[in-house]
């Protein structure tokens, strides 16, 4: 396979943690590769449809390396067809193109599908397949995992890690680009029928965009999800849920603590995130962000305890992205100021509330009528005694 075995990226550092709790966890910025959050990633576990994603990265490798084409029709044989649910409901004899095959096993998760791509790259032979799995996930470096079946259906000895599916997330996401769209796409269609997907991610969390959801009774429900936010992504993966909302509650959960912390500051500590994200839920109801890199020095400190507050928005990204242009208008007063975000839960929703404190009252009021004359929103007000500062 060509040049797809010794990206940096895949060198993930090792992690060690003592979690209770019986689902596995790891979160990494795909960018660095760096472990943002671990929890029993080592252990191993069935991977469910997860096993899909090695699958389509050797159907990936394929379509680049000429072996394979979208357009190519492919056969399915009677154990393909005789897969359990979920399928695509081929019947043995039946010819489907490689894209619809990636397509299904993506979106619907479809056994049948995963088991037509992997017999067609092992000459009819799934068996053979496994191994060329296997062997593939030992280059990558995914060290504990080992294949069986191309779909995930239920093997005694196909297991994986939390930390070992990371490691193939990050190999689709930097060797397969071209590919890495079709991760984000929640429907497709099939003589007709339009097939929904399982992955409710891609409906409810600002910027995710893939990848793959699995269960079985033995795996519990497992997830490998990718979301990105500004310049910044992160992958997550957490398996062996008990219910689906619940796995999908904590992904959203530490990809939003994480998100909003790689907005703020130049270097995560892992350690404060790991407590946020472990912290009970219920508690604080108002988060308050600091932003700092418009300060030229980071000692300084605000002498003035007065804030204008330039609205209230949607998402962090926009608050900070309004707050940013405002400062840009004003450099002059405000190029030494600390642009602040408020996050202030609301029934059902959270918003996003922006300012910029260590202001003089009258340089506050006068700001806010240049605002105004603007058109845009500005309140003078008093800021806390204290201003949380960006950690470096």
């Known amino acids: 396979m060509k040049k797809i075995f010794c990206s940096v990226f895949l060198m993930l550092a090792l992690l060690s943690t003592n979690a209770k709790a019986d689902t596995s966890t790891i979160m990494i910025d795909a960018k660095s590769g760096d472990v943002l959050y671990a929890q029993n990633a080592d252990k191993q576990r069935y991977p ?3 096993t899909k994603l090695m699958t389509l990265y050797i159907t990936f490798n394929a379509l680049e390396n000429g072996n394979l084409k979208m357009t190519d029709k492919l056969k399915t044989s009677y154990v393909a067809a005789g897969r359990s649910p979920s399928r695509l409901g081929l019947n043995p004899g039946d010819v489907v193109d490689v894209k619809t095959c990636i397509l299904a096993s993506i979106i619907k998760s479809a056994n049948d599908c995963a088991t037509v791509l992997g017999e067609a790259l092992s000459n009819g032979n799934e068996r053979e397949f496994a191994l060329m799995m296997t062997k593939t996930a030992q280059k990558l470096g995914m060290k504990n995992t080992v294949f069986k079946n191309a779909s995930g259906l239920n093997h005694s000895e196909q297991k994986t890690t939390a930390r070992d599916m990371a490691v193939l997330a990050l190999a689709l996401y930097h060797h397969f680009p071209q590919y890495y769209h079709l991760f984000s796409l929640s429907e497709f269609e099939y003589q007709g029928q339009t097939f929904q997907g399982h992955n ?3 409906k409810i969390f600002e910027g995710a965009d893939g990848m793959k959801t699995g269960y079985t009774a033995n795996a519990g429900f497992n997830i490998v999800t990718s979301a990105k936010r500004g310049d910044h992504r992160l992958i997550v993966v957490t398996m062996g849920h008990k219910k689906f909302e619940d796995r999908d509650k904590k992904v959203a959960l530490m990809m939003d603590k994480a998100f909003t912390r790689l907005s703020k500051f130049q270097k995560i500590n892992v350690q404060l995130l790991k407590a946020e ?3 009970p839920q219920g508690g604080q109801k108002k988060t308050q962000y600091a932003y700092t890199d418009i300060l030229p020095k980071t000692d300084l400190k605000p002498q003035q305890n007065f804030a204008i507050r330039i609205g209230a ?3 962090y990204d926009k ?7 405002v400062q840009s208008m004003f450099s002059s007063k405000l190029s030494a100021q600390n642009i602040q975000i408020d996050k202030l839960e609301r029934p059902g929703k959270a918003i996003y509330r922006a300012q ?3 202001l003089k009252k ?5 700001l806010c009528v240049a605002l105004k004359n603007k058109k845009h929103e500005c309140i003078a007000a008093l800021t806390e005694a204290k201003t949380q500062f960006a950690e470096r």
Do not use: P
């Open 313 to 315: 928005f949607s998402s």
């Open 277 to 279: 994200i472990e912290t």
């Open 48 to 50: 469910a449809s997860l």
């Open 319 to 325: 608050a900070i992205s309004h707050a940013k242009n």
């Open 200 to 202: 409710n991610l891609l």
């Open 356 to 358: 910029i404190t260590g």
């Open 362 to 366: 009258d340089d506050a009021n006068k």
